[in-house]
């Protein structure tokens, strides 16, 4: 078991339906880990072909790899159109070692496609060093599974070439809800 999530502490990202993100080229990456899995929750990773992607999508992909005893997320796989949004390549590095105010919210996020062993979608506020404006983008997370049991990687994708503007919208009005929940 990984532990309670911790409450969120920043305000980067909130959740949204999977249908929403499906509007935007989150659907590339869902169509794909669908069609594979079957019956099962989740397809392995030696099956998802990232070739069978949109170029400018793999660009935008990352995966981890899920460690337990002592719990980490590795970075198995980061887009090279990622350095250009984000500043900073990750691969091979731990999460849990990177430096920004987002790795806690990040690590809740990957918790929770580890829990319930499903998609988690969400409109994510990115603060990039490269860039000044805000960029609102929708993002998925996707479980696989060696052992058709737990998760062993995570899949992320944000479609950064989205309406900023739109997506903005939808992040205000899910950031509203959560404080009238709050």
């Known amino acids: 078991m990984l532990g309670p999530l911790s409450p969120m502490s920043s305000l980067t990202s ?31 990773w030696r099956e998802y072909d990232l070739l069978r992607l949109p170029s400018i999508v793999i660009g935008h992909v990352r995966v981890v790899d899920v460690r337990t005893d002592p719990f980490d997320l590795v970075y198995r796989f980061w887009g090279t159109g990622l350095v250009s949004v984000l500043g900073s390549e990750r691969s091979g590095k731990s999460l849990l070692d990177v430096s920004s105010a987002r790795v806690a919210e990040a690590v809740d996020e990957y918790r ?29 997370r996707l479980p696989f599974s060696d052992d058709g049991d737990t998760v062993s990687n995570v899949l992320g994708y944000a479609d950064f070439r989205a309406s900023s503007e739109k997506w903005r919208e939808v992040f205000r009005k899910g950031d509203d809800l959560r404080d009238a929940v709050l």
């Open 112 to 140: 929770k496609v580890i829990e319930t062993r499903a998609p988690y979608c969400f409109v994510y506020d990115a603060k990039t060093t490269l860039q000044s404006a805000p960029l609102f983008a929708p993002a998925i």
């Open 14 to 44: 909130v959740p949204v339906g999977l249908a929403e993100v499906l509007e935007s080229d989150c659907h590339y990456v869902f169509d794909l880990w669908d069609s594979l899995r079957g019956e099962r929750f989740a397809p392995t």
